[in-house]
Structures are given as C-alpha cells and as structure tokens.
C-alpha cells in the first residue's frame, strides 16, 4: 500500500522549506548538483521522499532557488558597489572583474559556470525558470542603466540591450576551457573593452 506524504501546518511547510533550502545549499556546496539525491536532502530534513515533491518539484528546481537566494546576494553586493562612486570606463571594467572573482568564490554559483553542471541543470528544468532569471537581472539592472543614461555617462542604447552585453560577458565562463590558458587575460581584456563602449567619457 503506498503512504501518501502526511499534510503540514503552515507554519510546519514555512520551517521545512526553509530546513531544505540550508542543506541543500551545504550539499551542493559540497557534492555539486548531480551527486546530491532527494534522498540525503530529504533525510538531513527529516521528512520522506514523497514529502519533499510537496515543496519541490524537482532536485533541480531546489537547486535553482538556492541559486537565486545566492545570486540576488551578490546582485546587492554589486549594486553598492555599483552606485558608490561617480561611474568611469575604469571603474566598470574593475567591477566587472571583480564580479567575476566573487562567482568563483562562492561555491553555489560557481556551479552554474560549470558548463556540464549549467547544461544538466538547464535541460531537466522548464524554459520559464530561464526567463525567469533573465528577468530579474533586467529587473535589478534597467533602473541604474537608465540612471547613468539619464546622468550622460552610459551610450544611449536600449537598456535590456545593455543587460544582454554584460550578461554575454558572465556566460563566457561557461567556455573558460575552451578559451584556454589565457581566459584571465582575455577577460580583463574583453571587460576594459565593454567598458569602453558604454561608458561616455
């Protein structure tokens, strides 16, 4: 006879959600995406395998929100650091290197720069999840796009355009092998030059 997953108080769901979220992001963190299972996670949480699908509809759909809850952190890191000071060619290629260096140090997003891990995760997940982020980073990067625009010191382009370069300059750390040796280089490179054709000096 198969057990249906016993139903949880509100305030039960809001507690093991969140239980979820904290050890996934420690099993990610420390087995990557493929070698974590629905049955460590839901172990560790303390509630079955059927339990966990009234959260979740999938590992990678887990996954996903722990990536954004990390994500949205570095976006806000970023945003300061971003409005801080008067915006020059300089600075935004700075930035844009030391972005870079923060997703490589945090162990969930550097994740989503391995492209085997990137590409498994993209193809069990629905293309919405996609559009989703796209989204969001436009959301959080229109209005300071516009902002400069408005102050003179970015090209008058339209500002989603923009969103797209800066994040086609991010997904180039899907192809850091296939760059090879001099991927560092080459970003520092590539990033002085994005800087300049947006930045108005």
Not at 125 to 138: C, G, N, Q, S, V
Not at 171 to 180: K, S, V
Request: glycine residues 2%; aromatic residues 10%.
């Amino acid at each position: 006879m198969i057990r249906c997953p016993r139903k949880f108080r509100e305030e039960e769901k809001e507690t093991i959600r969140q239980t979820l979220l904290e050890t996934a992001k420690a099993m990610f963190r420390q087995y990557g995406i493929q070698k974590t299972t629905v049955a460590a996670l839901t172990e560790a949480a303390g509630i079955s395998q059927g339990a966990f699908y009234l959260f979740f509809p999938s590992k990678e759909a887990l996954f996903y929100e722990v990536f954004q809850m990390e994500e949205r952190k570095l976006r806000e890191i970023l945003l300061v650091e971003w409005t801080e000071k008067p915006l020059t060619q300089e600075r935004l290629a700075v930035l844009l290197v030391q972005a870079v260096k923060l997703i490589e140090q945090e162990p969930i997003l550097r994740l989503m720069i391995d492209r085997k891990e990137y590409e498994l995760l993209m193809r069990k997940l629905p293309p919405e999840y996609a559009d989703h982020h796209t989204t969001e980073d436009e959301d959080a990067l229109v209005p300071l796009i516009e902002k400069w625009q408005d102050e003179g010191v970015m090209v008058k382009e339209n500002p989603r355009t923009i969103v797209a370069v800066i994040r086609s300059f991010f997904l180039q750390l899907l192809y850091r092998d296939e760059i090879g040796e001099k991927f560092a280089e080459a970003l520092v490179l590539q990033a002085k030059w994005l800087a300049k054709g947006l930045v108005e000096e």
